[in-house]
């Protein structure tokens, strides 16, 4: 079965400073894709990021990049020079080829961006 | 307008009371799924759909019944409503290829009482 964890409930950052996203996953699917999203307080599901299982370097969109360890099995967001409208419940999620599609999610991690 | 809708956005209903909650999107995705968002518990798949006419269970099925006549509908029915079905519920869809992200729907919060 696959597995998605997330181990910070809650993360403080000052702003402008890079924070770091933990979220490691569990599957026997040789492919699969690994996916993050962002839940502001309005309620909102806005995807940020993929990264592919055979993919050979990490993903990056703007601000945001995947540290993508394929061995250790984790997926960790890093969010660069944090804003305050980073502010917001993340969450990891993945979606594996032999898993009949399904997406699932990990239980999240709220993100404080302090000024 | 394209995209992916539910309605209602907010319903109060009452212990053992049937309720459906719709979820209509317009790019004929083929997969759609349904989630609940608990505080604690992130976003637990409920039902997906890989096409129409095909559906399955996900990790927390119990009391909900799912249906998918057409690719564009995949209303979610609570039989029985319970107060620990209290919770904001997720549509989402997307194609059938790993790279690319679902779409949401803005929600539905339902309280039972």
């Known amino acids: 079965a696959q597995k998605i964890t997330q181990t910070q409930p809650g993360m403080f950052v000052q702003e402008k400073e890079a924070v770091t996203l933990d979220c490691t996953y569990d599957t026997s699917d040789p492919s699969y894709g690994l996916f993050w999203y962002k839940q502001p307080s309005s309620g909102e599901m806005i995807f940020l990021i993929y990264q592919g299982s055979y993919d050979q370097q990490n993903a990056t969109e703007g601000r945001y990049s995947l540290n993508f360890q394929k061995a250790r099995k984790s997926a960790n967001l890093v969010i660069s020079a944090s804003q305050l409208g980073d502010s917001a419940m993340y969450f990891c999620?993945?979606?594996?080829?032999?898993?009949?599609?399904?997406?699932?999610f990990g239980q999240g991690t709220t993100l404080q961006v302090k000024p | 307008d394209a995209g992916i809708t539910q309605s209602p956005r907010y319903k109060i209903t009452e212990t053992g009371r049937q309720v459906t909650l719709m979820c209509h999107q317009t790019?004929?995705?083929?997969?759609m799924f349904w989630y609940r968002q608990d505080l604690g518990h992130g976003l637990r798949l409920i039902y997906y759909s890989a096409a129409a006419d095909i559906t399955d269970k996900g990790e927390v099925p119990d009391g909900y019944v799912v249906s998918r006549s057409k690719t564009e509908n995949f209303p979610l029915t609570l039989e029985s409503a319970t107060r620990s079905q209290t919770s904001v519920y997720f549509c989402?869809?997307?194609?059938?290829?790993?790279?690319?992200?679902?779409?949401f729907g803005q929600g539905t919060r339902l309280t039972v009482v």
């Open positions: 989402a869809s997307t194609i059938d290829t790993l790279n690319t992200e679902a779409f």
């Open positions: 790019w004929s995705h083929s997969y």
């Open positions: 999620a993945m979606r594996g080829r032999s898993n009949t599609g399904k997406l699932i």
